[in-house]
């Protein structure tokens, strides 16, 4: 009898254990804490900023659809000027979070720089893809939650290196050659958190 209440007690001390620090607990919505890399905000001002800044975005690459180098600089220069109002402290995230946006905003705007005082439209277009590049990956740092973006991939620009672009389409326009291989290209990337 002592015995079978020696292994009783054993065993309630084991189920406790068990239960008590090894199983994970469910926590209780007041404990569930947010996500330090994820944006919580509903901030309006801000997604309407980044929107912005994304359609100027978009000006440019259809500039560079049309090959036409003045048009390129001028929406080059007006998209820098958007981007560099973005105020990444206006939404509520983890300050790494906040920290890598600046960072990432802060090399495209050096490129836009770049892009415009580079005399050949080829150069040019190889800034625009620097631009493209980093872009997706501040619109996943702050996880974008607007339309939804497509990455194109050209195999054939730069001579056979390829090179990526962004657009609110799926359909391809490719801005590396403009008309004499327009729909050169394909979707291979996407994003949308909402």
Same mark, same amino acid.
């Given at each position: ?18 239960? @008590?620090? =090894?199983?994970? @607990?469910?926590? +209780? ?8 890399? $994820? =944006?919580? #905000? ?6 309407? !900023? ?13 500039? *560079? =659809?049309? #090959?036409?180098?003045? &048009?390129?600089?001028?929406?080059? /220069?007006?998209? !820098? #000027? ?5 105020? *990444? !402290? ?11 946006? !600046? ?5 495209? +705007? ?16 190889? $800034? ?10 501040? %619109? ?6 607007? #339309?939804?973006?497509?990455? /194109?991939?050209?195999?054939?620009? *730069? ?21 004499? %291989? &327009? /729909? ?6 996407? &994003?949308?958190?909402?």
């Amino acid at each position: 009898m002592k015995k079978i209440s020696l292994l009783l007690l054993l065993l309630a001390v084991v189920v406790f254990v068990v239960f @008590k620090f =090894i199983l994970p @607990k469910n926590p +209780s919505p007041a404990e569930e804490k947010a996500d330090p890399y $994820s =944006i919580q #905000s509903n901030d309006t001002g801000f997604r309407l !900023d980044f929107n912005n800044q994304f359609i100027a975005y978009l000006q440019m690459k259809e500039a *560079f =659809i049309k #090959s036409d180098t003045a &048009l390129i600089n001028r929406t080059a /220069h007006q998209y !820098d #000027s958007i981007l560099l109002k973005l105020d *990444f !402290d206006a939404i509520e995230a983890a300050e790494p979070i906040k920290m890598q946006a !600046d960072v990432l905003a802060g090399t495209i +705007s050096r490129e836009l720089e770049a892009l415009q005082l580079e005399p050949l439209l080829e150069d040019k277009r190889r $800034s625009f893809q620097m631009v493209s590049d980093v872009l997706f990956d501040l %619109m996943r740092t702050i996880r974008y939650t607007g #339309s939804k973006i497509y990455k /194109h991939y050209c195999p054939m620009a *730069f001579n056979n290196n390829g090179a990526y672009w962004l657009s609110n389409s799926s359909n391809v326009v490719n801005p590396y050659f403009g008309e004499p %291989m &327009l /729909h050169c290209g394909e979707v291979i990337d996407s &994003l949308n958190l909402q």
